[in-house]
């Protein structure tokens, strides 16, 4: 019982000491110092991206130091348990979660101050724990990401919040449907309070703008919101910022209509040897050559591109590589998307001075198949010879190149022309030539791959195959009649 009274009043008279004991007055000034020092790292502990630090709020994983001023031993190193709880010496426990530095410096100091004169306390934030953001929308990999913080470690550790193209480039970038201009931070706040931030990514990116509000902070929400509608001009800015897609990951589309060989492609881009890859960007016209360019029935002015988007509903949009080829409109070429659909339709009627110009791009084939049936100068028989043309090539041309058409056995009138039909049926016609004629369907029609040329015999070479192949009958029948004679002769046959 003695030993109990005697540490009992061991410990009212410490507390009494604490309550009387006059603040050391070496120190005003040293201790001011040193609190500006204390307050100027805590403002700096994350660094690099802009953000106010006061506003960080703690949370489970985080690592804190705690100094009371003069009493190095109430302080110390916490790591905040799942419960958020620590516990110091001399006062009730207390619950850090959700408090940034400054309101947990405050309600230690509160509890302090019950049983120190002028507590001065410091809370200082040595290792952070990941933050966790949530991005949805117009991304190629939505979901949930914890971002490490932390960027240095030792004496003077440094942390670095995330910003809002770090994490989009952490999931797997921007999709070209996305409206960078109205991308929202949710965001949730003490006592149960939601703040919803827009931001104009894309002015910020060019102006510089409030920066700090691409910082994001532990819980946020980050929206990206589908466009409503395509701008061609928009696509070349947000494909190739530093959080878009990367411009060497493949894009598996779909191209129909009036192309060599309709089907899906993979387009890359990068810089690359590779015959897969385009050297640039993977845009439309990457695309058509891949399907081994367009037919002559092609309209380049309207190509529809149906582009899936993260909501679900498609956007459907027009292209006109006309314009591209003039070089009216380059923006015309657009960037593709993965899982974008090209859709070339035929035209009403072919413009021939624009389908010899367009058989000159590099959106048609390299080259077409055009097959030569007929006489060969010297040659009795016909042949059958192949030559490679440019798409929309004149009759004229393919004959001028054809050897031997320009000859007396040929007829120079009239050829014969087989055609495969996009149907699937077989046409013959017959053209009259004229050499001096422009490019018409008539007398000078565009070819097309597999086209057969037939080329008949002239009036002059039918007139000496048949004297020809009379001498050989004649030739054959006058021995035949001798042998007859000597048959009668000798009696075996009667002529009568």
Do not use: C
């Amino acid at each position: 019982m003695a030993y109990w009274i005697l540490n009992k009043g061991m410990t009212i008279l410490t507390l009494i000491t604490f309550l009387i004991l006059p603040y050391p007055s070496i120190a005003q000034g040293q201790y001011s110092s040193k609190v500006q020092r204390n307050q100027s790292r805590l403002s700096q502990v994350p660094i690099g991206s802009g953000v106010n630090t006061s506003a960080y709020r703690l949370g489970v994983g985080d690592r804190i130091r705690i100094d009371i001023l003069g009493f190095p031993e109430y302080g110390g190193e916490y790591l905040i348990a799942p419960n958020g709880i620590i516990h110091l010496p001399w006062i009730e426990a207390i619950s850090v979660l959700n408090l940034t530095q400054q309101e947990l410096q405050e309600k230690i100091t509160t509890q302090y101050a019950e049983i120190l004169k002028r507590p001065f306390v410091t809370v200082t934030v040595t290792q952070v724990r990941p933050v966790t953001i949530t991005i949805t929308g117009e991304i190629n990999h939505p979901g949930v990401y914890p971002i490490d913080l932390n960027i240095g470690l030792g004496a003077q550790p440094r942390f670095r919040y995330p910003t809002i193209p770090e994490v989009l480039t952490a999931a797997g970038g921007t999709t070209l449907s996305a409206n960078l201009d109205e991308i929202q931070i949710h965001r949730s706040l003490s006592g149960n309070q939601k703040q919803v931030i827009p931001i104009n990514l894309l002015q910020l990116l060019k102006t510089g703008g409030d920066m700090e509000s691409l910082v994001l902070q532990d819980g946020d929400l980050v929206f990206v919101p589908t466009v409503e509608t395509i701008n061609l001009s928009y696509i070349p800015q947000v494909a190739t910022l530093s959080f878009a897609t990367p411009v060497d990951k493949p894009r598996n589309v779909t191209i129909i209509g009036e192309v060599a060989t309709p089907g899906k492609y993979a387009i890359i881009g990068g810089e690359s040897r590779s015959e897969l890859r385009t050297g640039g960007l993977p845009t439309v016209s990457w695309a058509i050559r891949s399907a081994g360019g367009i037919t002559q029935y092609a309209d380049l002015r309207n190509i529809t591109i149906n582009r899936q988007t993260k909501t679900g509903k498609p956007i459907n949009f027009n292209v006109n590589l006309w314009d591209f080829v003039q070089g009216k409109d380059l923006y015309q070429n657009t960037i593709l998307q993965d899982g974008d659909t090209i859709i070339i339709r035929p035209v009403d009627s072919i413009d021939f001075e624009e389908a010899i110009e367009i058989g000159q791009t590099n959106l048609s084939p390299e080259n077409i198949r055009v097959f030569i049936v007929g006489e060969k100068p010297n040659n009795l028989t016909g042949i059958t010879r192949e030559i490679r043309l440019p798409l929309n090539t004149p009759m004229n041309q393919a004959l001028l190149a054809a050897d031997g058409f320009i000859d007396r056995r040929v007829r120079q009138t009239s050829v014969d022309l087989v055609r495969v039909n996009r149907d699937g049926t077989v046409s013959k016609s017959q053209i009259f030539i004229d050499l001096s004629a422009n490019l018409n369907d008539r007398t000078n029609p565009p070819l097309q791959d597999g086209d057969v040329i037939i080329l008949s015999r002239s009036g002059l070479a039918r007139f000496i195959d048949f004297v020809t192949t009379v001498d050989r009958v004649l030739t054959l029948v006058e021995p035949v009649r001798e042998f007859a004679n000597l048959l009668e002769i000798l009696g075996y046959i009667n002529n009568r």
